[in-house]
């Protein structure tokens, strides 16, 4: 019988995505396939410090505290109480949001040169920006919604008369680099705009204002690489008691929204947002897994809002929900991604870091 591989899933971070990246986590390491994995959970607190948790638990600051070994030949973890080491064979990031989707850790994975679940610095980087994911995906002829961008230094000078007069009323502010709908406001008038913008660069030191789009939210899932698999889309149809998808119609509110898998969309629709959400995923250059969020109007146009990278996986996660519809159940999803992570890796060991020159040193 092959040896089981033992996982290292990494949850929680210095995030205000921490709490949602901890459910997402529970449910991976319930999951997980353990005739095939070992799961080993990794939580990192609220302050950044690292710990070996029993499990997925909510209060990780009483695990054991952990440092990493920065031995690429060997790449482990050290318990710090009686420096015990361990190693193991691959790293499922469970991090949502700042320093765990925007390429941080990602980084620090590929340094210690460790099979990785996702995708990497660069597309991380990229998706988590909506300003930079946004351009890049208007210069790959994707459909996105009038925009503007900002950055703290300019927040004095920024007016409701010049974005409104740009973009029209309503339009939304979000923070550049959040995910969630954390800093995320819609602004219908001069009352709500300062406000907005507090909110917005309260967490980020970039701000984007955004075209409001009428219409239905629209999900899809991606698996796999070269190619990436579309599932079927999805839609979140909200209550209208919210003015949008806010966080806590998405993670407290049981009654905010209805899930609707497969969405009910003409065949045509269905298809152009299929194409359209691979597209933007090889667009950012994203890997393993993503899900893509987008907007139907009522006139049958598309417009590919944003890119998740670590999509959530907590009970009313979309993603999971929607390679479900499609005959994926969860344990397979999950040893899915594992595969392609370490596929990927294989591949990616045919690459030389060495170079023979003349050069003297």
Same mark, same amino acid.
């Given at each position: 019988?092959?040896?089981?591989?033992?996982?290292? &899933?990494?949850?929680? =971070?210095?995030? %205000?995505?921490?709490?949602?990246?901890?459910?997402?986590?529970?449910? $991976?390491?319930?999951? *997980?396939?353990?005739?095939?994995?070992?799961?080993?959970? $990794?939580?990192?607190?609220?302050?950044?410090?690292?710990?070996?948790?029993?499990?997925?638990?909510?209060?990780?600051?009483?695990?054991?505290?952990?440092?990493?070994?920065?031995?690429?030949?060997? !790449?482990?973890?050290?318990?710090?109480?009686?420096?015990?080491?361990?190693?193991?064979? *691959? &790293?499922?990031?469970?991090?949502?949001?700042?320093?765990?989707?925007? +390429?941080?850790? @990602? +980084?620090? $994975?590929?340094? &210690?040169?460790? !099979?990785?679940?996702?995708?990497?610095?660069?597309?991380?980087? #990229?998706?988590?920006?909506?300003?930079?994911?946004?351009?890049?995906?208007?210069?790959?002829?994707? !459909?996105?919604?009038?925009?503007?961008?900002?950055?703290?230094? @300019?927040?004095?000078? $920024?007016?409701?008369?010049?974005?409104?007069?740009?973009?029209?009323? !309503?339009?939304?502010?979000?923070?550049?680099?959040? =995910?969630?709908? %954390? =800093? %995320?406001?819609?602004?219908?008038?001069?009352?709500?705009?300062?406000?907005?913008?507090?909110?917005?660069?309260?967490?980020?030191?970039? #701000?984007?204002?955004?075209?409001?789009?009428?219409g239905r939210e629209i999900e899809c899932a991606i698996l796999g690489n070269y190619p990436a698999e579309a599932s079927y889309p999805g839609e979140v149809v909200i209550s209208k008691n919210y003015e949008f998808y806010t966080f806590d119609a998405k993670y407290v509110d049981p009654e905010a929204v209805r899930i609707d898998v497969p969405a009910k969309l003409p065949k045509a629709i269905a298809e152009k947002i299929r194409k359209a959400s691979v597209k933007a995923f090889e667009a950012l250059h994203c890997e393993d897994f993503s899900r893509i969020d987008l907007f139907l109007d009522k006139k049958g146009n598309i417009y590919v809002n944003e890119i998740n990278s670590i999509p959530g996986f907590t009970n009313s996660s979309m993603y999971p929900v929607m390679w479900k519809e499609r005959g994926i159940s969860f344990p397979d999803l999950i040893t899915r991604l594992l595969d392609l992570a370490q596929e990927r890796y294989n591949r990616g060991k045919r690459i030389e870091r060495g170079f023979q020159s003349g050069l003297k040193f």
């Amino acid at each position: 019988m092959p040896k089981k591989k033992k996982v290292a &899933i990494l949850y929680g =971070g210095r995030s %205000v995505e921490h709490g949602v990246s901890i459910n997402s986590a529970r449910n $991976i390491f319930e999951y *997980i396939d353990k005739k095939k994995f070992e799961p080993v959970a $990794i939580g990192i607190s609220t302050k950044g410090r690292w710990y070996l948790t029993e499990g997925v638990s909510k209060e990780i600051e009483k695990g054991e505290a952990l440092a990493l070994a920065l031995d690429p030949v060997k !790449p482990g973890f050290i318990v710090l109480k009686g420096s015990k080491r361990f190693e193991v064979d *691959i &790293i499922f990031p469970v991090l949502h949001g700042t320093d765990g989707e925007d +390429g941080s850790i @990602q +980084g620090m $994975i590929k340094a &210690i040169d460790l !099979p990785m679940v996702g995708t990497g610095v660069l597309g991380s980087s #990229m998706a988590m920006n909506k300003i930079v994911s946004k351009r890049l995906l208007k210069e790959a002829g994707l !459909p996105v919604t009038d925009f503007l961008a900002f950055r703290f230094d @300019q927040k004095d000078k $920024i007016t409701f008369n010049s974005i409104a007069k740009q973009l029209g009323t !309503p339009f939304m502010v979000k923070s550049a680099s959040l =995910g969630s709908s %954390v =800093g %995320v406001s819609k602004v219908k008038n001069k009352n709500d705009f300062k406000k907005a913008v507090e909110e917005a660069f309260k967490y980020d030191d970039e #701000m984007i204002a955004e075209k409001y789009v009428s219409g239905r939210e629209i999900e899809c899932a991606i698996l796999g690489n070269y190619p990436a698999e579309a599932s079927y889309p999805g839609e979140v149809v909200i209550s209208k008691n919210y003015e949008f998808y806010t966080f806590d119609a998405k993670y407290v509110d049981p009654e905010a929204v209805r899930i609707d898998v497969p969405a009910k969309l003409p065949k045509a629709i269905a298809e152009k947002i299929r194409k359209a959400s691979v597209k933007a995923f090889e667009a950012l250059h994203c890997e393993d897994f993503s899900r893509i969020d987008l907007f139907l109007d009522k006139k049958g146009n598309i417009y590919v809002n944003e890119i998740n990278s670590i999509p959530g996986f907590t009970n009313s996660s979309m993603y999971p929900v929607m390679w479900k519809e499609r005959g994926i159940s969860f344990p397979d999803l999950i040893t899915r991604l594992l595969d392609l992570a370490q596929e990927r890796y294989n591949r990616g060991k045919r690459i030389e870091r060495g170079f023979q020159s003349g050069l003297k040193f």
